[in-house]
């Protein structure tokens, strides 16, 4: 540290955040500099950014914004800072999320160390099994609309770290830029896609929200994954009445609840009697909903749990898609398993967790896929695309463990007929 800087941050504490930065990836702002193009002059730039956060002269470029899809022909604004702000950043986070994660609630799951989407569709999982009324909450446009004054009070309350306090400041102000170079004021919200933003919208719904309904609704469980989240209740009158207080909290916070988004929903199963309107809810790429099971004994029952979702399921195909295999035929089957076994496995740890069957539709493309690609790649297979899929079978009976989908148990149709 420098004692004749303003602010005492360490150098090592910048390195941290540029490693963190680096491992998390992500694409260049508005000065176009990728972390590629920012490692030519590591450690020039490094400590350059350091001497300016611990002399107060830092001051953030424009956040680049980008659209991408989010469904149904909408989309969703994701706010990309340079790499020097990313890290700058990142040197915050390191240094406030200490100090707020033993205040978090339990139930809060979203961006936070030790805690992960799946703990969450799992505990919601139990939950609705024991309860028979849930309360699926959407907050309308959450991180465009955070009170820029009501969130800082909440950061004062857990530092009076100087720097710390200043520089979110000047990061909440700073404006967004769009791809033609056009500049528009922030007033309120935080971008959505930096480093800081998921832990200040943490913060920001632990007062709104998480520590509301600790105080006011101490026996009413709930998940929430940032600004999705879902509540248990045990009738649907109780539901009802607590929608309308939670939506009078969100008020005084200035945020909104989504119309269309949010609804109570009837946990139905063989042992609910009774018709709703809705019997189904979506929660972090699962629908819960009632299906056929099976127990340990082998016998059926329908019950109330989740399986990946019809969009989860789309998006999935789209980025096969992307890929391109079919045009790929100067590859071999061990490249294509090597270029994207990573990319299945981590769907299949995901969306495999609960009622793995889901996924079937989702590898019954892909296989289909990978035949299509034999039919260009192999001569004796071009225009028999019913040969090679058994071609595929024998392929995977033979090696299961060459794709990731295939070891998992999810074959090829003509695994079980031989090779012609």
């Not at 989407?117 to 609309?145: H, M, P, S």
């Amino acid at each position: 540290m420098s004692r004749t800087k303003p602010f005492s941050i360490s150098k090592q504490l910048v390195w941290r955040a540029y490693k963190r930065v680096k491992s998390n990836k992500g694409g260049a702002g508005v000065d176009e500099q990728s972390i590629t193009d920012f490692e030519v002059n590591l450690k020039d730039n490094l400590y350059k950014l350091w001497n300016r956060m611990s002399s107060g002269s830092y001051f953030p470029l424009a956040v680049l914004t980008v659209e991408i899809p989010k469904g149904k022909g909408s989309t969703r604004r994701l706010g990309i800072p340079t790499v020097g702000d990313r890290i700058a950043q990142m040197v915050v986070k390191l240094t406030l999320e200490p100090k707020l994660e033993p205040c978090f609630h339990p139930d809060s799951y979203g961006y936070r160390p030790q805690k992960s989407a799946i703990e969450a569709v799992g505990v919601t999982r139990q939950r609705c099994w024991q309860y028979d009324w849930v309360i699926d909450l959407d907050i309308k446009g959450f991180f465009d609309n955070l009170d820029h004054s009501l969130l800082m009070q909440t950061v004062k309350k857990h530092t009076n770290c100087k720097w710390t306090i200043l520089y979110i400041q000047r990061w909440l102000k700073v404006p967004s830029q769009d791809k033609t170079g056009q500049q528009t004021a922030r007033e309120r919200g935080t971008p959505q896609g930096g480093v800081i933003s998921p832990l200040l919208a943490n913060l920001y719904l632990h007062y709104a929200f998480d520590e509301w309904m600790k105080r006011e609704y101490p026996n009413t469980p709930f998940e929430r994954y940032a600004d999705d989240s879902v509540i248990h209740c045990q009738t649907e009158v109780e539901a009802q009445q607590l929608l309308k207080d939670i939506a009078d909290q969100l008020m005084k916070f200035r945020l909104e609840l989504h119309p269309e988004k949010t609804r109570v929903v009837y946990c139905k199963d063989k042992k609910r009697n009774g018709d709703y309107p809705n019997t189904k809810f979506d929660f972090l790429g699962y629908t819960f909903r009632s299906r056929r099971s099976m127990n340990r004994w082998g016998k059926h029952f329908i019950n109330f749990s989740p399986a990946v979702s019809e969009k989860a399921k789309k998006e999935m195909r789209q980025k096969m898609r992307s890929w391109r295999l079919h045009l790929r035929s100067d590859k071999s089957l061990e490249d294509i398993s090597h270029m994207f076994n990573p990319v299945l496995r981590g769907w299949i740890n995901y969306y495999g967790r609960y009622y793995k069957t889901g996924l079937y539709p989702v590898f019954r493309h892909l296989n289909r896929t990978l035949a299509r690609w034999a039919t260009r790649k192999y001569k004796k297979l071009r225009g028999h695309r019913r040969r090679a899929e058994h071609w595929l079978g024998r392929v995977a009976n033979n090696d299961s463990h060459l794709f990731a989908h295939w070891e998992r148990g999810f074959k090829p149709s003509g695994s079980t007929i031989g090779a012609v």
